[in-house]
Protein backbone atom coordinates (compact mmCIF):
# COMPACT_ATOMS: atom_id res chain seq x y z
CA UNK A 1 0.00 0.00 0.00
CA UNK A 2 3.07 2.44 0.95
CA UNK A 3 3.86 1.78 -2.33
CA UNK A 4 1.06 2.21 -4.35
CA UNK A 5 0.86 5.72 -2.52
CA UNK A 6 4.17 6.38 -3.54
CA UNK A 7 3.55 5.56 -6.99
CA UNK A 8 0.64 8.02 -7.25
CA UNK A 9 2.50 10.51 -5.87
CA UNK A 10 5.31 9.91 -8.09
CA UNK A 11 3.03 10.28 -11.16
CA UNK A 12 1.25 13.12 -9.64
CA UNK A 13 4.47 14.82 -9.60
CA UNK A 14 5.47 14.26 -12.76
CA UNK A 15 2.07 15.50 -14.52
CA UNK A 16 2.52 18.45 -12.20
CA UNK A 17 6.26 18.76 -13.57
CA UNK A 18 5.17 18.51 -17.33
CA UNK A 19 1.91 20.66 -16.99
CA UNK A 20 4.23 23.30 -15.18
CA UNK A 21 6.67 22.68 -18.57
CA UNK A 22 3.87 23.63 -20.96
CA UNK A 23 2.69 26.28 -18.88
CA UNK A 24 6.17 28.00 -18.82
CA UNK A 25 6.69 27.26 -22.98
CA UNK A 26 3.59 28.98 -23.44
CA UNK A 27 4.57 31.72 -21.35
CA UNK A 28 8.04 32.06 -23.02
CA UNK A 29 6.62 31.68 -26.71
CA UNK A 30 3.98 34.70 -25.83
CA UNK A 31 7.27 36.82 -24.41
CA UNK A 32 9.55 36.18 -27.27
CA UNK A 33 6.56 36.86 -29.77
CA UNK A 34 6.13 40.43 -27.76
CA UNK A 35 9.62 41.30 -27.93
CA UNK A 36 9.43 40.62 -31.68
CA UNK A 37 6.38 42.62 -32.61
CA UNK A 38 7.73 45.29 -30.11
CA UNK A 39 11.46 45.68 -32.20
CA UNK A 40 9.03 45.38 -35.45
CA UNK A 41 7.16 48.61 -34.64
CA UNK A 42 10.27 50.09 -33.12
CA UNK A 43 11.63 49.49 -36.41
CA UNK A 44 8.71 50.50 -38.54
CA UNK A 45 8.71 53.67 -36.67
CA UNK A 46 12.05 54.53 -36.65
CA UNK A 47 11.88 54.17 -40.62
CA UNK A 48 8.92 56.24 -40.40
CA UNK A 49 10.66 58.67 -39.31
CA UNK A 50 13.86 58.52 -40.78
CA UNK A 51 11.11 58.99 -43.99
CA UNK A 52 9.62 61.99 -42.65
CA UNK A 53 12.81 63.91 -41.98
CA UNK A 54 13.89 63.21 -45.62
CA UNK A 55 10.57 64.36 -46.80
CA UNK A 56 11.05 67.40 -44.45
CA UNK A 57 14.63 68.55 -45.48
CA UNK A 58 13.53 68.14 -49.21
CA UNK A 59 10.38 69.97 -48.91
CA UNK A 60 12.75 72.66 -47.32
CA UNK A 61 14.81 72.24 -50.46
CA UNK A 62 12.42 72.80 -52.88
CA UNK A 63 11.12 75.75 -51.06
CA UNK A 64 14.53 77.63 -50.52
CA UNK A 65 15.04 76.81 -54.44
CA UNK A 66 11.54 78.56 -55.21
CA UNK A 67 12.72 81.78 -52.66
CA UNK A 68 16.26 81.51 -54.62
CA UNK A 69 14.49 81.77 -57.83
CA UNK A 70 12.03 84.50 -57.16
CA UNK A 71 14.70 86.46 -55.70
CA UNK A 72 17.07 86.33 -59.14
CA UNK A 73 13.46 86.89 -60.96
CA UNK A 74 13.11 90.44 -59.10
CA UNK A 75 16.56 91.31 -59.20
CA UNK A 76 16.33 90.14 -63.19
CA UNK A 77 12.55 92.27 -63.67
CA UNK A 78 13.85 95.46 -61.87
CA UNK A 79 17.17 95.05 -63.96
CA UNK A 80 19.42 94.66 -61.46
CA UNK A 81 20.67 91.33 -63.34
CA UNK A 82 22.71 92.19 -66.29
CA UNK A 83 22.90 89.47 -68.89
CA UNK A 84 26.57 90.00 -70.26
CA UNK A 85 28.32 87.68 -71.94
CA UNK A 86 32.03 87.61 -70.34
CA UNK A 87 35.30 87.12 -72.31
CA UNK A 88 37.98 84.50 -71.20
CA UNK A 89 39.72 86.04 -68.19
CA UNK A 90 37.33 88.74 -67.35
CA UNK A 91 35.74 88.77 -63.60
CA UNK A 92 31.99 88.31 -63.75
CA UNK A 93 30.36 90.31 -61.27
CA UNK A 94 28.71 88.37 -58.16
CA UNK A 95 24.83 88.56 -57.28
CA UNK A 96 25.46 91.30 -55.11
CA UNK A 97 27.37 93.53 -57.41
CA UNK A 98 24.83 92.91 -60.58
CA UNK A 99 21.88 93.63 -57.95
CA UNK A 100 24.09 96.89 -56.68
CA UNK A 101 24.12 95.53 -52.76
CA UNK A 102 27.21 97.55 -51.59
CA UNK A 103 28.73 97.74 -47.98
CA UNK A 104 27.27 100.76 -46.02
CA UNK A 105 24.92 101.81 -48.72
CA UNK A 106 22.19 104.31 -47.77
CA UNK A 107 19.46 101.64 -47.08
CA UNK A 108 16.93 104.47 -47.52
CA UNK A 109 15.72 102.61 -50.65
CA UNK A 110 16.33 106.27 -52.71
CA UNK A 111 18.01 104.97 -55.93
CA UNK A 112 19.14 108.63 -56.49
CA UNK A 113 21.41 108.60 -53.57
CA UNK A 114 22.88 105.82 -54.78
CA UNK A 115 23.14 107.05 -58.46
CA UNK A 116 26.80 107.49 -58.14
CA UNK A 117 27.68 104.74 -56.73
CA UNK A 118 26.70 102.29 -59.24
CA UNK A 119 29.40 100.36 -60.61
CA UNK A 120 29.20 99.87 -64.44
CA UNK A 121 30.91 97.05 -66.24
CA UNK A 122 33.76 98.53 -69.28
Same mark, same amino acid.
Not at 2 to 13: G, I, V, W
Not at 96 to 114: I, L, P, Y
Given at each position: ?????LA??? &?????????? !?? #? /??R??????? @????????? /???????K?????? &????? !?? +?N???Q? #???? &?R +?QG????? !??????? @??SF???A? #???? *??? @?????S? *?? /??????
Amino acid at each position: MENDALAHRH &AREKLEIERR !KR #F /QSRIETSERL @SRERALRRE /QRLQQEAKLERERT &AEQAR !KI +DNVAMQD #FYDA &AR +DQGLWKDR !KFEGGEL @SESFNDAAE #FEQG *ANG @SGDDESR *AG /QRRHGP
